[in-house]
């Protein structure tokens, strides 16, 4: 995708005149910017929607990187970004993100679109163990599993290969679930 096909608010158009243009159907609002309305919703449009969120040295991750892979029509309320330096990142604040402060991996990050993202693996174990602290990353997992049906057995090796990591039960126990209904 061209940059220039990528609409952020007071860029070069105002947010009034986005949704001026959006009402007449020429733009859609996808993530934290607009795009044409004729123009094909991918990965990589997807990730560059939330670009100015995510900032240097960090990555997308969580429900924002399953979107990002397809999973879902609609972005996540709330977006989600994990650091892959090892220098501390000081963190935009802001409602619509949450930034956790623990290293990913090289091994384990995409860049789609000019942003990074984790991969579709890595995701899928992130939301497996954080879904003991916030149930509502289920769907997620379940459009993900859609999206990338490999994922799911690939996050089940990774999980079932660790120990003392904590939510890895209850993220096992989903993912066999998850994997007996997308078969």
């Known amino acids: 995708m061209h940059p220039a096909l990528l609409y952020l608010p007071g ?61 879902g029509d609609a972005p996540p309320p709330v977006h989600h970004v994990k650091r892959y330096v090892e220098r501390r990142v000081r ?46 990353v289920l769907p997620w997992m379940d459009a993900l599993a859609v999206a990338c049906p490999a994922v799911t057995a690939q996050a089940l090796v990774e999980l079932r290969g660790t120990s003392r990591v904590p939510g890895s039960r209850v993220g096992i126990a989903a993912l066999e679930r998850v994997a007996l209904r997308t078969r």
């Open 11 to 71: 860029a070069r158009l105002s947010l009034p005149e986005l949704a001026a243009a959006r009402l007449d159907g020429h733009v859609v609002d996808l993530g934290e910017a607009y795009i044409p309305a004729d123009l094909i919703e991918g990965a990589d449009v997807r990730a560059a929607s939330i670009g100015p969120l995510v900032q240097d040295g960090a990555a997308a991750c969580g429900p924002t990187a399953a979107w990002i892979h397809g999973a």
């Open 91 to 136: 963190p935009r604040t802001s409602a619509r993100l949450v930034f956790h402060d623990t290293v990913l991996a090289a091994a384990d990050i995409v860049v789609i679109g000019g942003v990074a993202v984790s991969t579709p693996a890595r995701t899928m174990v992130d939301l497996a163990t954080s879904l003991h602290r916030d149930p509502r």
